[in-house]
T-cell receptor, first 111, second 114 residues
Framework: TQLLEQSPQFLSIQEGENLTVYCNSSSVFSSLQWYRQEPGEGPVLLVTVVTGGEVKKLKRLTFQFGDARKDSSLHITAAQTGDTGLYLCAVHFSGNTPLVFGKGTRLSVIA | NAGVTQTPKFQVLKTGQSMTLQCAQDMNHEYMSWYRQDPGMGLRLIHYSVGAGITDQGEVPNGYNVSRSTTEDFPLRLLSAAPSQTSVYFC?????????????FGPGTRLTVL
């Protein structure tokens, strides 16, 4: 079984602080996605990365895909209470295999 | 577009009862899947389908059946519910299910088995 690990599992920070969460595997990905899930709702896609070393920005969120295509990070600058939620990474280990999710990082941003 | 819809939103069953969780999408997506979400376990794939008439097992298929008679619908059946099946169930769809495809999720069904 190919595993996907996310860290930290929980994170509680003050509004305005910066944070980084991580997604790692021992196996190479063909693509990686980050989703955010709010309480009582299904996950919603934030970004997809497909190229090793790729960096994508979405307002205050910066996503990086590792050069070796085995890891990724999500950095949030000046966190806001609206960033609170469960952040999930998900990968295809190859082009036609089903999407595999990590266990997520639960972020709480306190005013 | 309604996107991905799931019914019911909440359900309580007794051990041994059967039920069907409904899932429908109106985006003409070929790929549909069912996940369960438990505290600290993330999303685990139960079954998936790459098109009408084709289904396959995911990571945790035991105790669940699926069928895909149309592109739009992908029901999940619990034949004899067990307390271990208490969970939140999410249905998802994507255009092709291949690498990089965006998954669209329904709002979930919260199931409790007593």
């Amino acid at each position: 079984t190919q595993l996907l690990e996310q860290s930290p599992q929980f994170l509680s920070i003050q509004e305005g602080e910066n944070l980084t969460v991580y997604c790692n595997s021992s196996s190479v990905f063909s693509s990686l996605q980050w989703y955010r899930q709010e309480p009582g709702e299904g996950p919603v896609l934030l970004v997809t990365v497909v190229t090793g070393g790729e960096v994508k920005k979405l307002k205050r969120l910066t996503f990086q895909f590792g050069d070796a295509r085995k890891d990724s990070s999500l950095h949030i600058t000046a966190a806001q209470t609206g960033d609170t939620g469960l952040y999930l990474c998900a990968v295809h280990f190859s082009g036609n295999t089903p999407l595999v999710f990590g266990k997520g990082t639960r972020l709480s941003v306190i005013a | 577009n309604a996107g991905v819809t799931q019914t019911p939103k909440f359900q309580v069953l007794k051990t041994g009862q059967s039920m069907t969780l409904q899932c429908a999408q109106d985006m003409n997506h070929e790929y549909m899947s069912w996940y369960r979400q438990d505290p600290g376990m993330g999303l685990r794939l139960i079954h998936y389908s790459v098109g009408a008439g084709i289904t396959d097992q995911g990571e945790v298929p035991n105790g669940y059946n699926v069928s895909r008679s149309t592109t739009e619908d992908f029901p999940l059946r619990l034949l004899s519910a067990a307390p271990s099946q208490t969970s939140v169930y999410f249905c998802a769809s994507s255009a092709l299910g291949t690498s990089g495809d965006e998954q669209f999720f329904g709002p979930g069904t919260r199931l409790t088995v007593l």
